[in-house]
């Protein structure tokens, strides 16, 4: 299966060299206020697993890239936006180790620390079995700091943004493969100078669960949506900001095996960004909901032939939301939003 899906996605990669760089999938909607990829060409023959976070000076950009997924020269590429477009990416971490042994990059995730510095969270190893988390900081003068791997145990972020708690307490989505696909939940109290972390909340088996993403509600309420292996997004949730959840369960959400991630908008309604497909990466949908249990979706990103996936999304302090996915493995794509923009459309049974 492993190799089947490898030999995928190097054809996929290979074909898409050949295309010219127009879009079969463009979709027009009152609510896109731009699309465009963050950059038209690259030396590295795949892109994936992209991030967005709005720092003190724009936005920043993240995804791994190299000759394909699992290899030893795949690394974390950045790329910034300060309001005159995208900058030149460059490459940031490597995955070499002390001991100068070189491994795969995966899933970098981006995190502005309120008042402090920017974070990048990301995995390295030669497997999601075999991972482990690692962490940057970008000093003040504009450089990134030495790479520091995460305590034992503590893989970060895995695939979407941690959020910050009302009491301050810094809340990561994060998932283990080695022993079943389990879901847990990491904490620091200090900003990150110290974790703890949950036991799994699914045994792997029944549900199993990985790339959780947080919702916030009234009350101290959080919901999580989690990619599985059933061809349904799962969910679990929380009464008391996030230290008892409830069983991992399948909701009606169709999904391919592929990650997604999902937002709190300031307006209180809820957005997730989703393959509504149980075999096919395409199309690429943004769905809503204001209680977390009646989704409707309300904005087709991409659709057609190709592969479309691995989304991230955000909303700015001008309200406006960013979304940014894979395109064809091959580029990063970036999507400003009007949420305003966005009405009802089909429900989701």
């Known amino acids: 299966m492993i190799l089947n899906r490898l030999i995928f996605r190097r054809m996929l990669t290979q074909a898409t060299k050949l295309r010219k760089p127009e879009r079969s999938d463009e979709i027009c909607h009152p609510a896109i206020l731009s699309d465009a990829f963050i950059f038209e060409e690259s030396s590295n023959a795949m892109s994936h697993a992209s991030t967005i976070v709005e720092a003190r000076d724009g936005l920043v950009a993240a995804w791994f890239a190299g000759t394909m997924e699992s290899r030893p020269d795949v690394s974390i590429w950045v790329s910034r936006n300060s309001g005159s477009g995208w900058s030149t990416p460059i490459k940031v971490a490597d995955g070499v180790m002390p001991d100068r042994k070189r491994y795969a990059c995966w899933n970098p995730v981006l995190f502005q620390a309120p008042g402090g510095a920017l974070w990048l969270f990301y995995k390295v190893g030669p497997s999601p079995k075999r991972w482990w ?20 145990g503590i893989l970060g972020p895995i695939k979407n943004k941690p959020v910050q708690l009302a009491n301050g307490d810094l ?37 199993g669960a990985i790339q959780p993403s947080i919702l916030h509600y009234a009350d101290d309420r959080l919901q999580m949506l989690c990619r599985t292996k059933q061809g349904r997004i799962a969910e679990t949730w929380s009464d008391d900001g996030g230290n008892i959840w409830s069983e991992v369960c399948l909701t009606s959400l169709r999904n391919p095996n592929s990650g997604t991630d999902a937002l709190s908008l300031s307006d209180g309604r809820q957005l997730l960004v989703y393959n509504p497909s149980t075999h096919w990466r395409s199309p690429l949908e943004i769905a809503s909901s204001v209680d977390g249990k009646t989704w409707q979706d309300v904005l087709t990103l991409a ?47």
Not at 174 to 201: A, F, I, N, Q, Y
Not at 319 to 334: D, E, F, P, Q
């Open 133 to 152: 988390g690692m962490c940057m900081k970008l000093g003040g003068d504009g450089t990134w700091d030495a790479p520091m791997r995460l305590p034992d």
């Open 171 to 207: 809340l990561s989505p994060s998932s283990d493969e080695s022993d079943g696909w389990r879901v847990h939940l990491e904490r620091s109290s200090d900003m990150g100078k110290t974790w703890t972390r949950t036991d799994p909340l699914n045994d792997g088996r029944t549900v």
């Open 303 to 349: 659709d057609g032939a190709g592969e479309f996936s691995y989304p991230a999304i955000i909303q700015t302090a001008d309200g406006l939301v960013h979304v940014t996915y894979t395109w064809n493995l091959s580029r990063i794509r970036h999507v400003v939003i009007d949420p305003t923009r966005l009405a009802p459309a089909t429900p989701i049974g």
